[in-house]
């Protein structure tokens, strides 16, 4: 048996800059393998070890997925072996694709469990990708997901939602999208990274992801521009004073009561 | 020389940042502001393999190169000064000694427990009146059988107040020229007569627990020795040599800090309607701070690598010190000065980096002490 | 043109028919959920109804392969709201026609057979327009209930769930559920907050505005002083109230992603320089510990 982990390596947008076009510059953020992908690594990495199965992780993306600091550094978070298709061609895959390329590696794969994701990816933070490579496997899928257990022919799952705490019991091979705090990843150990470099790296080529799916035409790019702000400054030099001149500005734009509370 | 870091290196940084920022960072002002040793802190570090970098996996260890090793320091510095010189002195003083010196019996014997942080380690060398002038140690080792009994003194142990295994200097022989009369022990935290005193108040990395150790017939047997006798003096400065590059790296990890700190400080800080960094007299200290950084860096990996390589790297390391020493009194300083007002108090780091780094220029060898290394090699 | 709804247990999708009324009618509401949903969703701009069941002990997500199916007969663009039963849903449909996502729409027309969406991209940090030719997948913000009022009528569709997964248990949360998207007013919390047992002294001022209580990613997801639904971001809660307090918040990107639509910007923090402030309607530089109780009594 394997437990797949899909995890992505990407920069985190909040070091990127952009530019007064809309153009996202990356060129300065560092790629990572996210802190939720982490998450998803380290379930899987204590789940192969209560099954005694191989954790196999997988990435689809740019160039950059492929490269030994990349697939070592993902590995030295506790994967036994990594299975990565990069290429310029899937540096902008939208989730669809990506997803495609996903389930073509479970597919490649054989034999797997579950299939283990992060609860958003960094870069889109859409939450779409495990749905749709759900769809795309035909197996079912839940995100959310705070405990795992794995039972005689399936798992048990334990999601944290709006409505309550919900246990699904799920046989067959499963999809699931884990909290952003199902556990606390650990930073890799010493002996982590070095032996990282030892695990195996299977490569696959974008014709081996099946063909690419349509993606939309971007038709321009633009700067984000919130809405204009006032920047009135309520000096605060009396607690009291300053409170008073806040309320009074509030209750004058009508946006709470007279004697507190809504409007 | 150019210097491209291998996969191992780079991801041993990153690593490290990620522990060093989830597990000492939220600590590292608490334990400056109590003078605590922050002694949770010891099997965290263990289970990440930072207690024994340089120690083989056949002793437990992790088997990493000294680059990586100097890489760890300095990411554990760079947010506390404290936890970098306690791993320093743990792996560089007491790990390494043994792991160089020691017969196969003690390496079993200790460096498990060492490379784990099962044991901490301490090395036992300076004395009230044998600080530089180290070959003036009046410690007596005196042979009763097949023991040796130590009596006398020590001064400023890092470690002293956790560590269980020492690594101890001692005169066991008073008639042949000082430095020849030396020879160097293990010793056990219980032994009996073997007490620690109390720890120093510091000016900074006040976490690290400097202890006298005090000496009162405390019997060692013969098979505790380390090296030879009275190959004591060699084993301690072979040990200081590698030790300078620990402690150049801790420093350039303080400088490192403070230089993001005084960094962020300038772009979010607006003073006369516009970011600190829009003036040229903080971009100039920026510029100079960064450099320093840069030539400190070099140093230091560059005896790191020739350590690696099997090279002679004593002068190398000695320079490292040298350089980094005062370089972090100097980076820590500018990062105060961009603070202004706020770098002089305690709500922002600077001002505990500052006091951090001034003793990286006085320990394993004052600055004086490296250009004498320097220079002696010069004109020999 | 036609697009498809897809509601999945619950009625907040006012926002989601707009969108769909936008790329073009007719609109088919494709719902799961119970029989009274079905009928609630038959609200104005929705042409068809189509109910594919109560999922009884399955989960809502058994229904994704069902969705597909239905769509991948008559291809045209899905939309959905964001919570997890709609995102699995819309997945199915996604996979099934092999089309593209899309989220975060800031706004959504159809111009000459193509579906065009100005976009977020990257959590929100820069926008897109991009053009479809074919189907494709729109995640948003869901909005308010709906409730009926509308022309259609409700189909019922043979569907079945996939049966490989059931609801073995359900502890309804003894909490209220937070409700930030729809607040109108709302007081966030961030890490400027010393510790937790300080909570009431930002409790008391919410009750007494007749606020929801929100915080930063910290507050929820590090410190876990306050619940993962109440923190405000770019990949948590998007709010729009007409009144955000920020208490002690900084103002990083990812908290102010998630509260751009709001009216009025209030923030109290001791940093006159925090990132906030440039993006704030009213500032309040100083301790929060004298500021937000002297504007707790000043509201009483």
């Known amino acids: 048996m394997k437990i797949v982990v899909a995890y992505a390596w990407a920069p985190d947008p909040q070091e990127a800059s952009v530019g007064a076009d809309g153009q996202v510059d990356f060129s300065r953020a560092k790629p990572v393998v996210s802190e939720y992908d982490a998450v998803a690594i380290e379930v899987g990495r204590q789940l192969a070890t209560a099954t005694s199965s191989a954790l196999v992780g997988i990435s689809v993306g740019g160039p950059a997925t492929g490269t030994p600091v990349a697939t070592k550094a993902a590995l030295s978070r506790g994967l036994d072996e990594v299975m990565v298709a990069s290429d310029a061609a899937l540096a902008d895959a939208g989730t669809t694709r990506t997803a495609q390329g996903l389930a073509a590696m479970v597919q490649r794969l054989g034999d797997v469990s579950v299939v283990l994701t992060g609860d958003s990816s960094v870069d889109s933070g859409s939450r779409m990708m495990p749905p749709v490579l759900a769809g795309l496997l035909g197996w079912p899928v839940l995100s959310d997901v705070q405990k795992v257990s794995v039972t005689a022919d399936g798992v048990t799952v334990e999601r944290l939602l709006r409505e309550g705490v919900q246990q699904v019991s799920v046989t067959g091979p499963v999809v699931l999208a884990l909290a952003s705090d199902a556990t606390q990843p650990k930073a890799p150990g010493m002996k982590d990274v070095l032996a990282a470099g030892k695990k195996p790296v299977t490569k696959l080529e974008v014709a081996d992801l099946g063909p690419a799916v349509a993606e939309g035409t971007v038709v321009s790019t633009a700067k984000l521009t919130g809405p204009a702000r006032k920047g009135i400054v309520i000096n605060t030099a009396d607690p009291a004073a300053a409170a008073a001149e806040l309320v009074g500005a509030l209750r004058a734009a009508g946006v709470i009561g007279s004697t507190g509370g809504q409007a | 020389m150019p210097f491209q870091l291998s996969d191992e290196q780079l991801l041993t940084r990153s690593a490290v940042r990620e522990f060093a920022e989830a597990e000492i960072l939220p600590i590292a002002a608490e334990i400056d502001r109590d003078h605590r040793a922050p002694l949770e802190s010891i099997p965290k570090m263990g289970a990440q393999g930072l207690l024994g970098m340089i120690i083989p996996e056949k002793y437990e260890g992790a088997g990493s190169d000294y680059l990586s090793y100097m890489i760890a320091i300095e990411e554990v510095s760079r947010v506390c000064g404290t936890h970098g010189v306690m791993i320093e002195a743990h792996t560089s003083l007491a790990s390494y000694p043994i792991l160089h010196f020691g017969t196969e019996e003690q390496k079993m014997e200790f460096l498990p427990d060492l490379a784990t942080g099962r044991k901490m380690g301490a090395f036992g060398l300076t004395e009230p009146e044998a600080g530089s002038d180290a070959a003036n140690l009046k410690t ?34 008073p008639d042949v020229p000082s430095h020849k009369g030396i020879s160097a022990f293990i010793i056990d935290r219980d032994t009996p007569g073997f007490t620690i005193g109390e720890n120093e108040q510091k000016l900074g990395i006040r976490g690290s627990s400097t202890t006298p150790l005090m000496f009162s017939d405390v019997r060692v047997p013969n098979s505790r020795m380390l090296g030879q006798p009275g190959q004591g003096f060699e084993v301690a400065m072979n040990t200081l040599d590698g030790g300078r590059t620990g402690i150049a790296a801790q420093a350039l990890g303080i400088a490192q800090g403070a230089f993001e700190a005084a960094l962020k400080y300038a772009q979010e800080r607006v003073q006369f309607g516009k970011p600190l960094t829009t003036k040229q007299a903080i971009q100039r200290m920026l ?94 | 043109m036609s697009a498809y709804v897809v509601v999945a247990g619950d009625a907040g999708i006012t926002e989601v028919i707009n969108a769909a009324v936008k790329v073009g009618g007719p609109v088919t509401a494709i719902v799961v959920g119970s029989a009274d949903l079905a009928q609630q969703v038959a609200a104005p701009g929705v042409d068809r109804v189509v109910w594919l069941g109560d999922p009884g002990d399955k989960p809502i997500e058994a229904y994704a392969p069902a969705v597909g199916a239905l769509v991948v007969a008559a291809p045209a663009p899905v939309l959905s709201g ?28 159809s111009d000459n057979g193509q579906t065009v969406v100005e976009h977020g991209v990257f959590g929100g940090i820069a926008l897109r327009t991009t053009a479809y030719d074919g189907p494709v997948a729109i995640v948003l913000d869901g909005g308010a209930a709906v409730n009926g009022g509308g022309s259609a009528a409700v189909e019922q569709a043979a569907a079945s769930a996939t049966t490989s997964m059931t609801v073995t248990s359900l502890q309804p949360n003894t909490a209220t559920a937070a409700d930030l998207g729809s607040a109108s007013l709302v007081v966030g ?94 500032v309040l530089t100083g301790d929060l510990y004298s500021l937000v109780p002297a504007i707790t009594a000043a509201l009483s």
């Not at chain 2, 005196?142 to 040796?148: A, K, L, P, T």
């Not at chain 2, 107040?161 to 022989?173: E, L, M, P, S």
């Open chain 3, 189 to 282: 919390v961030g890490r400027g907050l010393k510790a937790q047992a300080d909570l009431p002294i930002v409790e008391a001022l919410a009750t007494a505005m007749g606020a929801e209580l929100g915080c930063s990613r910290p507050v929820a997801e590090g410190l876990e002083w306050l619940p993962r639904d109440r923190y405000v971001g770019i990949s948590g809660q998007q709010i729009a109230p007409e009144v955000y307090v920020m208490v002690g918040i900084s103002g990083a990107l990812q908290h102010m992603g998630g509260c751009r639509g709001a009216q009025l910007i209030v923030s109290i923090n001791t940093d006159k320089d925090a990132p906030v402030v440039s993006q704030s309607d009213y």
């Open chain 3, 82 to 109: 964001r919570k997890p039963a709609e995102r699995v849903l819309l997945g199915g449909a996604a996979a099934a026609l092999q089309a593209p996502v899309v989220s975060s729409p800031m706004d959504v027309r």
């Open chain 2, 140 to 173: 007596t080792a005196v042979r009763d059988g097949d023991d040796w009994v130590i009596n006398g003194q020590k001064i400023f142990i890092t470690g002293g107040g956790y560590a269980k295994t020492f690594v101890v200097f001692a005169r066991t022989n």
């Open chain 2, 287 to 380: 510029a100079d701070m960064s450099t320093d950084l840069a030539a400190g860096r070099l140093l230091v990996y560059e005896a790191a690598d020739l350590e690696d390589r099997g090279e002679e790297y004593a002068i190398p390391a000695a320079r490292a010190k040298l350089f980094c020493g005062p370089m972090a009194s100097r980076v820590t300083t500018q990062a105060i000065q961009i603070h202004g007002g706020n770098g002089y108090i305690m709500e922002y780091p600077v001002e505990r980096m500052f006091r951090d780094a001034r003793i990286t220029e006085i320990y394993e060898g004052t600055n004086e002490v490296q250009r004498l290394v320097i220079a002696k090699s010069l004109l020999r």
